[in-house]
């Protein structure tokens, strides 16, 4: 699981919190618990969550190859534009899978409740989402 103060999976870590606080367990142990048949939500959960960590680490790797290909004092090659672009593509379809993935899951843990303490437990607060993008014009 990522470090508990990093940034760059802080929606994953947000899930994650919910779905143990949901479940009166650890993450580790839920998922082993999912195999199981008749946990069908809790599969479900534990899946959403391991897609949005998995787009969360993808977003960060891209963006650190990103990086690494602008970096300053680096020429830009032929080759290297096309690589650039398709890690600009996969940042934002990454973006958009945690996105998805986010709210969907967001909307289902802010439905549900720990059924022992139904009538003392706060309603769940909403799963926060990353700002939106700057939009650039390219004409």
């Given at each position: ?27 580790d ?41 602008i ?60 700002p ?8």
């Amino acid at each position: 699981m990522p470090q508990p103060d990093d940034p760059a999976h802080a929606v994953s870590q947000i899930v994650a919190q919910r779905i143990e606080a949901l479940y009166g367990q650890p993450l580790d142990e839920l998922e082993a618990l999912a195999d199981v048949p008749e946990s069908t939500l809790l599969a479900a959960l534990t899946g959403n969550h391991s897609a949005l960590a998995f787009a969360e680490r993808n977003i960060a790797f891209q963006l650190d190859r990103l990086r690494e290909l602008i970096a300053p004092k680096r020429e830009i090659g032929q080759f290297d534009a096309g690589h650039i672009l398709d890690c600009a593509r996969r940042i934002a379809e990454s973006v958009a899978t945690r996105d998805a993935y986010a709210k969907s899951t967001g909307a289902v843990l802010g439905g549900l409740r720990r059924a022992t303490s139904l009538e003392t437990q706060p309603p769940a607060s909403p799963v926060p989402t990353a700002p939106p993008a700057a939009v650039s014009r390219t004409r």
